[in-house]
């Protein structure tokens, strides 16, 4: 960690509201401005990886495959040996894509990342927080259920489906004609499509928390966050809103974002200009480093 020989003088200003950022009509210099005083405080590289999905309606800001490139071009010229700070907000994605980025972040960091949760970080954003050492989160902050979806359905609830109607046929045959008009709606080898997608999440999952979070080996803390995050036990629906305490109870190594008062206003500053960026920008994800890097992507 690096001294911090401007605290005194920065407790003697306040952090911008969302309102100063907006009136300042510059949210890209404000980002930049913050993740450099973020990167002297903490000695560490940063990297914001944000989405508009909260000011915006589109269907098609999910982590994918081109964000790769856009980490990428963000880690290219940076210190490997001072760690990764990750600043995430996104609803999600890919697992292919997100199984994809968290193996190469850790190709090039190791086990020297940390998550930052500023507001949302759901699904893959979750899997991603899951593979850093440790995720920072604030009293508002949410990450959320893993559970893998096919298209618009959850694999757990259309597996329990089946189960259901397998149940019901044999007590009730019939409930035939009723289940075969039901089930006719999935296509052929759903079932088995469902069950490996459950599997491929429980191993990215597990892989993750073991690689860097859990190195200890630690199984039953392991076992409770998969079962937690993909059973649907716990979890109702995929767009549940897990809290920081929720989540420190499942098991994830979670710090506080209040806890630091400077971190925490350091943080929120970069997110809210990264909200009034999308706000004013025909832009739908957003990667910035320290150095001033910097990568706006319009999706289609």
Known sequence: MKSNN????REMINMPSFKEIEN???????IIKYLKEYHEK??????????SFLTKENEEIYIDDFDKNGFMTMIKDLDKTIGLDLILHT???SIDATESIIDYLHAVFGDNIRAIVPQISMSGGTMIACSCKEIIMGKHSSLGPVDPQIGIFSAQNIIKEFELAKKEITEQPETIPFWTILLDKYPENMLIECENAIKWSEYILEKSLRYSMFKDGNQK?????????????????HSQ????KKCKEIGLKIKYLEDDKELQDLILSIHHACIS?????NKDKLFVNQNGEYLAIKTE
Do not use: C, M, Q
């Not at 809103?241 to 920081?244: F, K, V």
């Open 91 to 93: 609803p999600g994605g």
């Open 277 to 281: 960026y999308f706000i004013h920008k």
């Open 241 to 244: 809103n897990l809290s920081a």
């Open 221 to 237: 803390k392991i076992d409770k966050i998969k079962y937690d995050l993909i059973s649907g036990s716990t979890t109702k629906n």
């Open 24 to 30: 300042e009509n510059n949210p890209k210099n404000t």
């Open 42 to 51: 903490t000695g560490r590289n940063v990297i914001v990886y944000s989405s």
């Open 6 to 9: 401007s605290k005194n003088t």
